[in-house]
């Protein structure tokens, strides 16, 4: 599924209009980009947690030449699923 097609199951299961779907789905990622940038996590109770953590410097290695490379630290987005979405998907 894409945003697209998202923003379709969106409009027909709420009712709202595609283009209402739209501005609801970009308003609820900017919402919670906005607070993952601020390191905070978001916590939808029974879907599941988006949150930063901090990805360590480490060693790897060019495939192509061979060489050991240095990779840098980095924060990345993590996302846990909640109790109720992993039962729903067994």
Known sequence: MN????INAMAEKSG???ADSKKA???????????????DKVALVGFGTFSV??????????PATKQTITIPAKKVVK?????ELENTVQ
């Open 3 to 6: 945003k697209s097609d998202l």
């Open 16 to 18: 709202l209009s595609k």
């Open 25 to 39: 789905l970009d308003a609820f990622v900017a919402a919670i980009s906005e607070v993952l940038k601020e390191g």
């Open 53 to 62: 953590a901090e990805r360590g410097e480490r060693t790897g290695v060019n």
């Open 79 to 83: 996302f846990k699923a909640g109790s």
